[in-house]
């Protein structure tokens, strides 16, 4: 028998044995969804790998350029990864978060989050310096209501929990933290602008309030009442913008690996940071709900409940407490 018809007659055979593989490739399905936990289906699993390893390497000799062997290669790494794939366990995988994904998302995001805060705190401070050399100005920032509250010589907030129960505002305040969080998030994909435009307007707006409010007496009161819940809120809101700058620049300097690569790799390594951002929104609804605007609760307590708040924070970004003293770096 020539070679030719030898290795006809071998690739032959190794088409008859389709069924098989496929075989493999339901029974490996049924693991990954979570459909079978039999042992012996779980062994078979196992057989099932070094019989399509090496039949893969037949076809890659016999039949280089078909269906087939393309076929096989896709099942074989289906199993490869069924047989690879851990136990996922919910306690294991929060702990992954906190301590390792949190932690080098935020080593990654340093740079960014160094200018996010620069730029924040000048356009915070040309916002104070602006009103308090022309206090007309703040008709720009602030709405005539509010004006004419300060006026007054009252805040907004005061007699705030006389008009919406604490639950139905801190509802409305998450809701509120997390839309602005987001689209401070998503507009850094303008290429970094967006975060430009949203730090630097809010900003200009928190300065021009707080000069406004001081020019009236007020700006004591108005800082025990942001105190408690600002420091990690504004905090939080830096983060999301350093987040979207780091995407946004993904998406204007992709390099060699190609925009839809980088973009997919920059949205990868924010997102446990998003999601921390998100678990501290909720408590800052809470505390901006129930303690910022009750009058009975002492100023120093807020500023002690709005400084431990912003430690947690600064923990939990941290990956504290965590076995090993050197912090997780980003791939």
């Given at each position: 028998m020539s070679a030719t018809a030898r290795d006809s007659a071998l690739a032959h055979a190794l088409l008859r044995r389709a069924p098989l593989w496929q075989e493999a490739e339901a029974r490996a399905g049924r693991f990954v969804r979570g459909r079978s936990d039999d042992a012996a289906d779980a062994a078979r699993v196992a057989d099932d790998y070094r019989l399509l390893a090496h039949d893969l390497a037949r076809a890659?000799?016999?039949?280089?350029?078909?269906?087939?062997?393309?076929?096989?290669?896709?099942?074989?790494?289906?199993?490869?990864?069924?047989?690879?794939?851990?136990?996922?366990?919910?306690?294991?995988?929060?702990?992954?978060?906190?301590r390792v994904e949190i932690p080098a998302s935020m080593c990654w995001l340093r740079p960014y989050l160094a200018w996010a805060v620069a730029l924040f705190v000048l356009a915070t401070a040309a916002g104070y310096a602006l009103v308090a050399?022309?206090?007309?100005?703040?008709?720009?920032?602030?709405?005539?209501?509010?004006?004419?509250?300060?006026?007054?010589?009252?805040?907004?907030?005061?007699?705030?929990?006389?008009?919406?129960?604490?639950?139905?505002?801190?509802?409305?305040?998450?809701?509120?933290?997390?839309?602005?969080?987001?689209?401070?998030?998503?507009?850094?994909?303008?290429?970094?602008?967006?975060?430009?435009?949203?730090?630097?307007?809010?900003?200009?707006?928190?300065?021009?309030?707080?000069?406004?409010?001081?020019?009236?007496?007020?700006?004591?009161?108005?800082?025990?009442?942001?105190?408690?819940?600002?420091?990690?809120?504004?905090?939080?809101?830096?983060?999301?913008g350093a987040a979207g700058a780091a995407v946004g620049e993904a998406?204007?300097?992709?390099?060699?690996?190609?925009?839809?690569?980088?973009?997919?790799?920059?949205?990868?390594?924010?997102?446990?940071?998003?999601?921390?951002?998100?678990?501290?929104?909720?408590?800052?609804?809470?505390?901006?709900?129930f303690v910022s605007p009750n009058p009975a609760i002492a100023a120093g307590l807020k500023v002690a409940i709005g400084a431990g708040y912003w430690l947690l924070m600064l923990a939990l970004l941290a990956g504290w407490p965590r076995p090993g003293s050197n912090p997780p770096r980003a791939a």
């Open positions: 890659r000799a016999l039949l280089p350029r078909s269906r087939a062997r393309e076929y096989l290669e896709s099942v074989y790494a289906g199993v490869h990864a069924t047989l690879n794939h851990g136990d996922w366990r919910l306690g294991a995988a929060l702990l992954q978060l906190l050399r022309f206090p007309e100005l703040i008709a720009l920032f602030a709405s005539p209501d509010l004006i004419a509250s300060v006026e007054s010589g009252k805040l907004w907030t005061e007699g705030l929990l006389n008009i919406v129960p604490s639950s139905v505002l801190s509802v409305q305040i998450l809701t509120n933290n997390i839309v602005v969080s987001l689209f401070a998030y998503c507009s850094g994909f303008l290429f970094g602008l967006g975060t430009l435009y949203i730090l630097g307007l809010n900003g200009l707006m928190l300065g021009a309030v707080f000069a406004f409010v001081v020019r009236h007496g007020l700006g004591a009161a108005l800082a025990t009442f942001i105190v408690a819940h600002g420091c990690v809120e504004l905090s939080v809101m830096c983060l999301s998406l204007a300097r992709p390099g060699s690996a190609g925009r839809i690569a980088a973009f997919r790799d920059a949205a990868l390594r924010t997102g446990p940071v998003l999601l921390a951002c998100a678990l501290l929104l909720v408590g800052a609804g809470l505390i901006e709900g």
